[in-house]
């Protein structure tokens, strides 16, 4: 992120504080988009889930606008950051619900093939994502969703190549043991 | 490894994206009108502290301020009311000793003024007692008028008709007739010492 964009958005941050409304639908329009697509991806492509999610992290966005700092990130990476977070805490309620229900038969356990395979695979990605730490999400994030090569993500990150391929195959491992350990 | 990186990317590949319909619309008005709320409740916090201050200020004033009015209960004695006692004067005649065959010239009692006291002095039968009517009239010149010259003029009569006597400094002189008795001294010893 440029200097200019630092202004730009520190200006852009102080106008929504003082309650300029056009300016918060300009970057409202800006980053809804993205934000959704992350989401979706976060959640493991959950719908519902991830329409709760995004509409939780714009209201808390606008709740601690105060504190973003422009300085220490762009104001995408900062929404991403709560959305993770919000994320992380709705699957965690969807996962103590999912407990909380028994089948009332033996046959009803058994899920219908098509719609309920899919939905359990999405609810396993998307609590494995939940389990990673966030530098292991991050790496992931930038390989799979924002479809970075080892050397954009490097140089992004200011790490060798070694580093991220490294990190990027830990992260994998990471991904893979939290994504059989929901595999219930 | 290969397939499991081909699962891999197949997990974690981005989710198309499926916008549920008026969701980003409701996200925006519930933003929005939570940024207006927050705004007039910035507005409401500031209000309510100035007011604070404002209430703080008055009431640490009203607390410094200390007591203004106090009050106390006086035990009241009923008392009968007494009559209050008239003073009545009394005219006692009084003896009083009269000096007879005084040397002094018995002055008049009431106050004339200093062209008087002249005439009287110019009218006097000897020296002695026009010499003290022209020591008054100086005396009313200098005191009443502040007429130097004349208080000046009379004085110097007083002092041609009292002789040698006259210049003896005494307590009740005025300014200008002890400076006149010093000078008449002055010239007369010094008259005698040219003529010695």
Request: proline share 4%; with cysteine; charged share 25%.
């Amino acid at each position: 992120m440029t200097n200019g964009d630092t202004w730009r958005e520190r200006a852009t941050r102080d106008a929504v504080l003082a309650g300029d409304t056009g300016a918060w639908r300009l970057w409202f329009d800006t980053h809804f988009e993205r934000l959704s697509a992350y989401v979706q991806w976060r959640c493991g492509g959950l719908r519902d889930l991830a329409d709760d999610v995004l509409q939780e992290t714009w209201l808390t966005a606008v709740r601690r606008l105060s504190a973003f700092d422009p300085a220490k990130g762009s104001f995408f990476n900062w929404l991403c950051g709560i959305a993770s977070n919000t994320a992380r805490n709705a699957i965690r309620t969807r996962q103590r619900a999912n407990l909380r229900i028994r089948p009332l038969t033996p046959k009803d356990d058994v899920p219908s093939a098509d719609a309920s395979n899919a939905t359990e695979k999405a609810e396993r990605v998307a609590s494995a994502l939940t389990e990673l730490p966030d530098h292991y999400e991050a790496v992931l994030r930038a390989k799979y969703f924002d479809q970075q090569t080892v050397e954009q993500i490097a140089k992004a990150r200011g790490e060798s190549l070694k580093a991220v391929e490294s990190l990027l195959s830990r992260a994998r491992q990471a991904f893979r043991d939290a994504y059989e350990k929901f595999n219930v | 490894m290969s397939d499991s990186n081909d699962e891999l990317e197949d997990l974690l590949a981005p989710k198309p994206a499926r916008d549920t319909p008026g969701v980003r619309d409701e996200i925006l008005r519930r933003t929005e009108r939570l940024l207006i709320w927050n705004k007039w409740l910035q507005r409401a916090w500031k209000a309510a502290a100035v007011t604070a201050v404002f209430a703080l200020g008055i009431g640490v004033g009203f607390w410094r301020s200390g007591e203004r009015e106090k009050v106390v209960f006086v035990p009241v004695q009923q008392t009968v009311p007494q009559p209050v006692p008239q003073t009545q004067v009394v005219v006692v005649p009084v003896v009083v000793p009269v000096a007879i065959g005084s040397s002094e010239p018995v002055l008049p009692a009431v106050s004339l003024t200093a062209g008087q006291l002249e005439v009287k002095a110019e009218l006097a039968d000897d020296a002695k007692t026009a010499g003290t009517f022209y020591r008054q009239a100086g005396d009313k010149y200098l005191s009443e008028e502040q007429d130097y010259a004349n208080a000046a003029r009379c004085y110097g009569l007083f002092l041609a008709r009292g002789g040698d006597t006259a210049l003896s400094l005494e307590p009740g002189d005025s300014w200008l007739l002890t400076s006149l008795k010093n000078a008449a001294y002055k010239e007369k010893v010094n008259a005698k010492a040219t003529d010695g």
